[in-house]
T-cell receptor, first 115, second 116 residues
């Protein structure tokens, strides 16, 4: 079974600064997908970024980028130029590309962006 | 993002009532999922479906049931609601979203259920 661990329950950052959220996972699979989802106070889950394990290049999506270290089973999210609207819970998630494509979520990191 | 809808968004109901949470998606996605999430906590998979007439239980045991008679519709039913069922229920589907990316789950807005 897969496990996903987010070791930072809460973080805060000043507006316009950069913050990095940590995520580690444990799996015996070689091919899989990793995701970061954002859940603002509205509580809707919004996909932020995804990474395929077979790709060595780190995914980027505007101000969001990841540092994917496959050997270390680490998948951190970097948010640059933080904005007030980035305030949310952030969940790291793991998915195998078969067996129902189910997601395994980490416990979440609550990020507060301060003005 | 995929178009996936959940109704109602909020529901307050008394103990013992039967309730159905609706979930529908217009993207023709084959796989659909139900997650349960307590406030500030992680999501737990309670049901999923590979397609029409397919339903499976997830990692977290749940007293709810689901059905998948049509591709676009995946309702969740509680025959007799209890206070322990109070939670947020998130529906998701897997397929190609508007970004063209497969192997991604897209979530609905969720239903917040309060059982008194």
């Amino acid at each position: 079974a897969q496990t996903v661990t987010q070791s930072q329950p809460e973080m805060s950052v000043q507006e316009a600064e950069t913050v990095t959220l940590s995520c580690t996972y444990d799996t015996s699979e070689n091919n899989y997908y990793l995701f970061w989802y954002k859940q603002p106070p509205s509580r809707q889950m919004i996909l932020v970024i995804r990474q395929e394990a077979y790709k060595q290049q780190n995914a980027t999506e505007n101000r969001f980028s990841v540092n994917f270290q496959k050997a270390a089973k680490s998948f951190s999210l970097k948010i640059s130029d933080s904005q007030l609207g980035d305030t949310a819970m952030y969940f790291c998630a793991f998915m195998k590309p078969y067996a129902g494509n189910m997601l395994t979520f980490g416990g979440g990191t609550r990020l507060m962006v301060k003005p | 993002e995929a178009d996936i809808y959940q109704t109602p968004r909020y529901l307050v109901i008394g103990t013992g009532k039967k309730i159905t949470l609706e979930c529908s998606q217009t993207m023709g996605h084959d796989k659909m999922y139900w997650y349960q999430q307590d406030p500030g906590m992680e999501l737990h998979l309670i049901h999923y479906s590979y397609g029409v007439n397919s339903t499976e239980k997830g990692d977290l045991s749940s007293e709810s049931t689901v059905s998948r008679i049509r591709t676009e519709h995946f309702p969740l039913t509680l025959e007799s609601a209890r206070p322990s069922h109070t939670s947020q229920y998130l529906c998701a589907s897997r397929g190609v979203g508007t970004s063209g990316v497969q192997e991604t789950q897209y979530f609905g807005p969720g239903t917040r259920l309060l059982v008194l």
